[in-house]
């Protein structure tokens, strides 16, 4: 299992940026997979996912303007991120549960993880 994140970079507030997630070595859709995020000094958080059947979560934080999506023939995983703010500032990861019966949201249920991008976003 390999998962490779890109799309981060620095952007004013207000921006958007677009996050791709590529997996390999398991078929995307049949497992739990999601995007997480952790600032410096603060504890990894969930920000969004897709369930292994289908449901899509997002963290209160960046309801109505993040959006997650997959693409199955790519096996990619996205995070479309609009209007973003500089608390959205932090390493974003890709993450998957492979074993299933955990919270696609709640990292740590998830088993394999990117090595993440650095999303900057400035004031």
């Known amino acids: 299992v390999q998962l490779v994140e890109s799309g981060g970079g620095l952007v004013q507030a207000g921006g958007s940026l677009r996050l791709s997630c590529a997996a390999s070595?398991?078929?995307?859709?049949?497992?739990?997979i999601g995007w997480f995020r952790q600032a410096p000094g603060k504890e990894r958080e969930g920000v969004s996912c897709?369930?292994?059947?289908?449901?899509?979560y997002y963290a209160d934080s960046v309801k109505g303007r993040f959006s997650i999506s997959r693409d199955n023939a790519k096996n990619t995983l996205y995070l479309q991120m609009n209007t973003l703010k500089p608390e959205d500032t932090a390493v974003y990861y890709c993450?998957?549960?492979?074993?299933?019966?955990?919270?696609?949201?709640?990292?740590?249920?998830?088993?394999?993880w990117g090595k993440g991008t650095l999303v900057t976003v400035s004031s």
């Open positions: 897709i369930s292994s059947d289908g449901y899509t």
């Open positions: 070595g398991f078929t995307l859709d049949y497992y739990g």
């Open positions: 993450a998957t549960d492979q074993d299933g019966g955990s919270w696609c949201l709640d990292y740590r249920g998830m088993d394999y």
